[in-house]
């Protein structure tokens, strides 16, 4: 299950995102917002953090204008490792080498067709497991990376 968040600025975005996950048949729970009317995106943020802490969903796409603000928000949430995107590139090595759990784009920054192809990139791709990965993953939760 794929959790959807997006403020007034990733509104349109997701829309076009729908369209892909529901075209290929992924699951999905969109905690919105719903339409254009302009809104605070760290509580979508939260939203979306929420759910893949309580293991409601498996991963997550945020989108705002920039995908800047709505990333910073989600990385306050613990667990959460939200990877702001704009190529296929970054959305596959962020998931072999940081197991990105949910992936954020600018509604303003990307168009809708390479959108498309990095939500594809970033839902097919799984992480690594390589050792040098997960120590790396498990020192951005711990106090030992000081
Ligand atoms: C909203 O206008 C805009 O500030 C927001 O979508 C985002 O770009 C913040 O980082």
Redesign the pocket.
């Known amino acids: 299950m794929i959790a959807l968040g997006c403020?007034?600025?990733?509104y349109e975005l997701k829309q076009e995102v729908i369209k892909y996950l529901e075209k290929n048949q992924i699951a999905y729970r969109d905690y919105g917002c719903f339409d254009m009317q302009?809104v605070d995106?760290p509580i979508y943020a939260r939203k979306v953090a929420k759910a893949i802490q309580s293991e409601e969903c498996e991963k997550g796409i945020l989108i705002?204008?920039?995908?800047?603000?709505?990333s910073?928000a989600a990385n306050k949430c613990k667990g959460i490792r939200a990877a702001l995107c704009s190529d296929c590139f970054s959305a596959e090595a962020t998931r072999q080498h940081n197991d990105a759990n949910i992936l954020v784009m600018?509604?303003?920054v990307v168009g809708p067709g390479l959108a498309v192809k990095i939500v594809d990139t970033f839902l097919n791709t799984e992480f690594s497991g390589d050792e040098r990965h997960a120590r790396r993953i498990s020192l951005i939760e711990s106090d030992e990376a000081e």
């Open positions: 403020d007034h600025g990733g302009s995106y705002c204008g920039t995908g800047i603000g709505i910073i600018g509604g303003r």
